[in-house]
Nanobody, 123 residues
Framework: QVQLVESGGGLVQAGGSLRLACAAS????????MGWFRQAPDKEREFVAA????????YYAESVKGRFTISREKDKNEVYLQMNSLKPEDTAVYYC????????????????WGQGTQVTVSS
């Protein structure tokens, strides 16, 4: 089992920045990839960004390319999401995910999930 704990959400004005962190514990050796998803009210959970744990290869949703950066610190078992130039449409609960495979389309491909952290961007 892998446990994931997110932190760093909050309220920010449009154009501002936030940095989310996700700490992994447990059987972290089983992780191939970690990702961030988000879910706004009355919407499906959608992919935001992902990174391969070993090689650090990154993937982004088109809607966040150039504004968000995913990174990881292997020695701390942590992954981060730096979010710049935030827009009101980025408002959502952001979830950290991990698993033995990577997907940029399906949340079901990830086995482990954090509890989520709220990000609210005011206009």
């Amino acid at each position: 089992q892998v446990q994931l704990v997110e932190s760093g959400g909050g309220l920010v004005q449009a154009g501002g920045s936030l940095r989310l962190a996700c700490a992994a514990s447990g059987r972290t050796s089983s992780i191939y990839a970690m990702g961030w998803f988000r879910q706004a009210p009355d919407k499906e959970r959608e992919f935001v960004a992902a990174i391969t744990w070993s090689g650090g290869v990154t993937y982004y949703a088109e809607s966040v390319k150039g504004r968000f950066t995913i990174s990881r610190e292997k020695d701390k078992n942590e992954v981060y999401l730096q979010m710049n130039s935030l827009k009101p449409e980025d408002t959502a609960v952001y979830y950290c995910a991990a698993g033995p495979r990577l997907s940029t389309t399906s949340a079901r491909r990830y086995d482990y999930w954090g509890q989520g952290t709220q990000v609210t961007v005011s206009s």
